[in-house]
């Protein structure tokens, strides 16, 4: 039984390994907002595009995007229709930056965890020498899945 567990976990590990590279590289840029254009900033495409497509599952969406609009992704007008009766400012003065910007380094560095654990599950499941055609079909499945379903939503 702990052997079929086991072959399981990796099968489906190594299935799903790519998506979970996927959205964690993405939600790390996204926790420094570094998918949309803000002040001197402005994104490159395929960052807005890859974004697009882990919060809106959707190939092509992006502040570029005219039905999507820039109040969107705007924080400000976000809190305006969720709270119409408070300030925006009024919310942020709750926020304390120190904590905020500790929040976000752990986040990152969950992520950059994530990204290296995974890496390391792939090449461990790349080792088993008998099972190593159907680990590298299901890492492929798991590749060419969402990114030609996400192609088609585009």
Partial sequence: M?????????????????SVIYFAATGLLQIYNLHEAHGGHSPPRIIELLSGVHKDQRFGAGHHDAQD??????????????????????????????????LNLFFASVAIALIFSTSFGICMALQQNMRRRTHVTLLVIGTLTPAILAALTA
């Fill in 2 to 18: 702990p052997t079929q567990i086991r072959r399981l976990h990796a099968y489906i590990g190594t299935l799903i390994a790519p």
């Fill in 69 to 102: 609009g820039d109040e969107r992704h705007s924080n400000v007008s976000a809190g305006a229709e969720a709270h119409p009766d408070r300030a925006p400012q009024a919310e942020e003065a709750h926020h304390s930056p120190i904590a905020t910007s500790l």
